[in-house]
């Protein structure tokens, strides 16, 4: 099938990369997000999507909404049969979801119709979920809301960042586009209605919640910081800096100290354990404002801890 792509982050790189690897498709022009600036000589910064496409000859456009002119214009010159949405960024308008013969089809990082929304890897690790996966489904004018031609199932492991998650998610949901448009292409295929029974969602992340709150139990502190890890970040309070934090361990009774409160911090020589809600966490890497991140002993070195310090 002639296909069009439209994606921006990394992970909708694997999915481009095995449409152009791919001998029964192929990509006649991708659309992702406007590039952006970055650093302090605020050099131009492309897209990963866009990178990709650029390295195979491919035209990419960068509207500024996926309605503009220009992408009708393209689709016109184009002439794809349907087009493959993976964490593009931006809403696709009905005059554009209706101008292919195939409409077009959307990678979603849940097993619809759970965690609709922008952030369903993070929703699905601070929800404390054991499974999670993919779907692909006919996009649609509602958020996620449209019939599901395919999905897969993985496992949420207990150390999982929703970086990691993610990645491998990517990784299996580009073979799951494939083999879809595989049975679009040969009229194999038909799409299920999502069960409105099993509805949940997963709005945006905002750095708000990302703040750590120590006086909720030692698991749900774990799952908050690996579910806000990389981006946008878990940070808490130390006085007035913000103190960005890496995955946490949850302590057994043998190496945590006893009688920490929520937010109280104890530094040894190898750990630094800081009170919950429940049981102690030892804090991983620790990153503060304008500076690398750190193991958390040396960390606490460096900051002279006294034993009075809490986190807010």
């Known amino acids: 099938m002639r296909v069009v792509f439209a994606g921006t982050p990394q992970a909708a790189v694997p999915t ?9 498709h192929q990509v006649v022009g991708v659309i992702t997000r406007p590039d952006t600036t970055a650093g302090r000589g605020r050099r131009t910064v492309r897209s990963e999507v866009g990178t990709l496409a650029d390295e195979h000859g491919l035209e990419v456009l960068t509207p500024a909404r996926m309605g503009d002119p220009e992408v009708t214009e ?3 010159r184009w002439q794809p049969e349907i087009g493959v949405v993976v964490a593009y960024g931006g809403l696709v308008p009905p005059s554009v979801l209706t101008a292919l013969p195939y409409g077009w089809i959307n990678l979603h990082f849940s097993v619809l119709p759970a965690w609709r929304g922008a952030a369903p890897v993070q929703a699905a690790i601070a929800a404390g979920d054991d499974v999670t996966g993919a779907s692909v ?3 649609e004018e509602g958020l996620d809301t449209g019939p599901v031609f395919g999905s897969l199932t993985a496992p949420i492991r207990s150390t999982d960042t929703a970086g990691d998650l993610l990645e491998r998610l990517a ?3 580009a073979g799951l586009v494939t083999s879809v448009l595989d049975g679009l292409a040969v009229g194999e295929l038909a799409a299920v209605t999502q069960d409105p029974s099993g509805i949940s969602h997963a709005p945006k992340i905002t750095s708000a919640d990302a703040q750590v709150r120590w006086n909720l139990p030692a698991h749900i502190v774990d799952r908050t910081i690996r579910a806000h890890t990389p981006a946008p970040g878990a940070w808490t309070l130390l006085g007035r800096d913000r103190i960005k934090l890496g995955p946490v361990t949850v302590a057994d009774g043998d190496d945590a100290p006893d009688g920490l409160a929520p937010g109280q911090l104890a530094a040894g020589k190898k750990a630094v354990f800081v009170g919950t809600g429940a ?7 620790v990153q503060p404002p304008g500076k690398k991140a750190l193991p958390a002993a040396d ?13 807010a």
């Open 299 to 311: 960390w606490a070195r460096g900051a002279r801890l006294d034993g009075s310090e809490v986190f």
């Open 171 to 173: 990784a299996s949901g």
């Open 74 to 76: 393209a689709l016109s």
């Open 16 to 24: 481009l990369a095995e449409l152009l690897a791919s001998e029964h």
């Open 279 to 285: 049981r102690p966490v030892r804090l991983g890497t």
């Open 137 to 139: 489904f006919a996009l």
